[in-house]
């Protein structure tokens, strides 16, 4: 059959050993370190009061950081905070997650199309919540500039904006001028970088010559497609074991050693180092939002932590799109080449486990309850999603219950909800009438689809070019 079966492997170590649940580890520079440190200060202010004290499980946290020039920060006053070296970053969205929804539960979503996150790997949910966050921005400044009263959930803090609307123009956008987008990832994405073969891996030099407000930038190599047919650029699904494999369209390298968690054929849900590169070539905006902006919005670097390798990492989220082209007219769609950044921040600065006998890959236990947070919100700042449904939890945990007073069901960052807000800009913009509210109630993926593909026709077009790329047609 071509399948090959991963044998168990132990690890035997004296009685009373110990390690660091993290591997000690060299970051790449100072600033690498500031996005970490950020990104991990609003994981424990926002979402670590929320989690059960009593809580053992491992955990990934995903966050998207807009940097402002210096002296310029959104924390720019005579304050103590504002003269740290974190001042100039700001987190946009963040998620933490490990979990997707198996096949039954898309496969039977058609009546409640996008009700369901169904992927809350962190840094999928980070992504959502970053755009949650900029349609927020787009209200609040539609709102403002017409003088009307502002639905509660479109309230933002002044320092928070990373968004400006073009001069003399009615709804096109742009990043303020200065501020920059990166990505973090607590751990290496799931799927082709966690392939370590087919390059030569070395350790991380902390740049010392760099400032916090710096980052390397350095063009990056084209790989040499050499292993291609023993799975160098492979597509992988998260995978899900309750969906029967199909001999017919099954894909064989040979030798090939499927990473932990993931699958060639078995699953429904690409894998995040897929998706990463997919937003390197049409942006982190997705498809309705790019209607409002002028360009698309690509990440300056990515910071990895646990299991990070820099050759590898930069074949996985960029480099094997080499040669993407964009079928769009206005020629901004490219593949984008961020800088790719290790760091020596840690989630557990101190955490240590108990090393008598582990069982090698099998030991991580993750919790089902994801988690995700904008700055945007009124209401609350942060969403509990069970990751085994893709819905809120509104269970009877005294913590978790405060999420959301009304009982509601649907994150506002589900496709569902998102295509609500663009709904909300659309009117705005262009005085439609507003729809009733059995249609808003109600979304099909064809609805979908037949909206973007005549609201959104430039991103259209740059995804056909690169669905039409070697490496991404067997999406």
Same mark, same amino acid.
């Given at each position: 059959?071509?399948?090959?079966?991963?044998?168990?492997?132990?690890?035997?170590?004296?009685?009373?050993?110990?390690?660091?649940?993290?591997?000690?580890?060299?970051?790449?520079?100072?600033?690498?370190?500031? $996005?970490?440190?950020?990104? %991990?200060?609003?994981?424990?202010?926002?979402?670590?009061?929320?989690?059960?004290?009593?809580?053992?499980?491992?955990?990934?946290?995903?966050?998207?950081?807009?940097?402002?020039?210096?002296?310029?920060?959104?924390?720019?006053?005579?304050?103590?905070?504002?003269?740290?070296?974190?001042?100039?970053?700001?987190?946009?969205?963040?998620?933490?997650?490990?979990?997707?929804?198996?096949?039954?539960?898309?496969?039977?979503?058609?009546?409640?199309?996008?009700?369901?996150?169904?992927?809350?790997?962190?840094?999928?949910?980070?992504?959502?919540?970053?755009?949650?966050?900029?349609?927020?921005?787009?209200?609040?400044?539609?709102?403002?500039?017409?003088?009307?009263?502002?639905?509660?959930?479109?309230?933002?803090?002044?320092?928070?904006?990373?968004?400006?609307?073009?001069?003399?123009?009615?709804?096109?956008?742009?990043?303020?001028?200065?501020?920059?987008?990166?990505?973090?990832?607590?751990?290496?994405?799931?799927?082709?970088?966690?392939?370590?073969?087919?390059?030569?891996?070395?350790?991380?030099?902390?740049?010392?010559?760099?400032?916090?407000?710096?980052?390397?930038?350095?063009?990056?190599?084209?790989?040499?497609?050499?292993?291609?047919?023993?799975?160098?650029?492979?597509?992988?699904?998260?995978?899900?074991?309750?969906?029967?494999?199909?001999?017919?369209?099954?894909?064989?390298?040979?030798?090939?050693?499927?990473?932990?968690?993931?699958?060639?054929?078995?699953?429904?849900?690409?894998?995040?180092?897929?998706?990463?590169?997919?937003?390197?070539?049409?942006?982190?905006?997705?498809?309705?939002?790019?209607?409002?902006?002028?360009?698309?919005?690509?990440?300056?670097?990515?910071?990895?932590?646990?299991?990070?390798?820099?050759?590898?990492?930069?074949?996985?989220?960029?480099?094997?799109?080499?040669?993407?082209?964009?079928?769009?007219?206005?020629?901004?769609?490219?593949?984008?080449?961020?800088?790719?950044?290790?760091?020596? $921040?840690?989630?557990?600065?101190?955490?240590?486990?108990?090393?008598?006998?582990?069982?090698?890959?099998?030991?991580?236990?993750?919790?089902? %309850?994801?988690?995700?947070?904008?700055?945007?919100?009124?209401?609350?700042?942060?969403?509990?999603?069970?990751?085994?449904?893709?819905?809120?939890?509104?269970?009877?945990?005294?913590?978790?219950?405060?999420?959301?007073?009304?009982?509601?069901?649907?994150?506002?960052?589900?496709?569902?909800?998102?295509?609500?807000?663009?709904?909300?800009?659309?009117?705005?913009?262009?005085?439609?009438?507003?729809?009733?509210?059995?249609?808003?109630?109600?979304?099909?993926?064809?609805?979908?689809?037949?909206?973007?593909?005549?609201?959104?026709?430039?991103?259209?077009?740059?995804?056909?070019?690169?669905?039409?790329?070697?490496?991404?047609?067997?999406?």
């Amino acid at each position: 059959s071509g399948e090959s079966v991963v044998p168990t492997q132990f690890q035997f170590h004296k009685k009373g050993s110990v390690r660091h649940v993290e591997k000690r580890r060299n970051g790449t520079c100072a600033f690498a370190d500031c $996005v970490a440190q950020v990104s %991990l200060a609003a994981y424990r202010k926002y979402i670590v009061p929320l989690r059960s004290s009593d809580d053992t499980s491992q955990i990934c946290i995903a966050a998207i950081v807009a940097h402002f020039p210096p002296p310029f920060g959104p924390n720019a006053d005579n304050s103590a905070e504002s003269k740290s070296e974190l001042s100039n970053f700001h987190v946009v969205g963040l998620g933490v997650g490990t979990k997707y929804l198996q096949e039954y539960l898309i496969t039977n979503e058609s009546s409640d199309f996008g009700k369901r996150v169904r992927d809350c790997h962190a840094e999928v949910l980070a992504r959502r919540s970053f755009r949650r966050q900029i349609s927020l921005e787009i209200l609040h400044d539609l709102h403002s500039d017409r003088n009307l009263d502002k639905p509660g959930d479109v309230h933002l803090p002044a320092r928070v904006p990373i968004i400006e609307r073009i001069a003399g123009s009615k709804s096109t956008y742009q990043l303020k001028e200065g501020v920059t987008i990166h990505f973090y990832s607590s751990s290496t994405p799931c799927g082709n970088s966690t392939i370590k073969k087919f390059t030569e891996m070395k350790k991380e030099k902390f740049d010392h010559s760099l400032h916090a407000d710096e980052w390397p930038v350095s063009a990056h190599e084209r790989i040499a497609p050499h292993s291609v047919k023993l799975g160098q650029f492979a597509l992988l699904l998260k995978r899900d074991d309750t969906i029967p494999k199909n001999s017919e369209c099954e894909i064989v390298y040979p030798r090939f050693q499927e990473p932990p968690g993931t699958s060639l054929n078995c699953g429904m849900i690409h894998s995040c180092s897929d998706k990463i590169c997919r937003w390197n070539c049409l942006g982190l905006q997705g498809s309705l939002l790019s209607r409002f902006f002028d360009k698309p919005i690509y990440m300056q670097t990515i910071t990895v932590g646990r299991k990070f390798t820099n050759a590898v990492c930069r074949r996985a989220i960029c480099c094997r799109a080499w040669g993407y082209k964009s079928s769009s007219s206005n020629g901004s769609y490219r593949l984008n080449h961020p800088s790719v950044m290790g760091t020596s $921040v840690y989630i557990d600065e101190d955490g240590v486990v108990e090393m008598d006998q582990t069982t090698y890959g099998k030991n991580a236990i993750f919790e089902s %309850l994801c988690w995700v947070y904008w700055p945007g919100m009124v209401e609350c700042e942060v969403e509990c999603i069970d990751g085994t449904t893709g819905q809120l939890r509104l269970g009877e945990d005294s913590n978790i219950s405060l999420i959301d007073n009304q009982q509601r069901s649907v994150s506002k960052v589900s496709t569902f909800a998102l295509f609500g807000t663009y709904r909300q800009i659309k009117h705005l913009v262009h005085a439609i009438p507003q729809s009733s509210s059995t249609e808003l109630n109600k979304l099909s993926l064809e609805e979908l689809k037949a909206v973007k593909k005549e609201d959104s026709s430039e991103y259209d077009a740059a995804k056909e070019g690169f669905y039409r790329h070697r490496v991404f047609r067997t999406w």
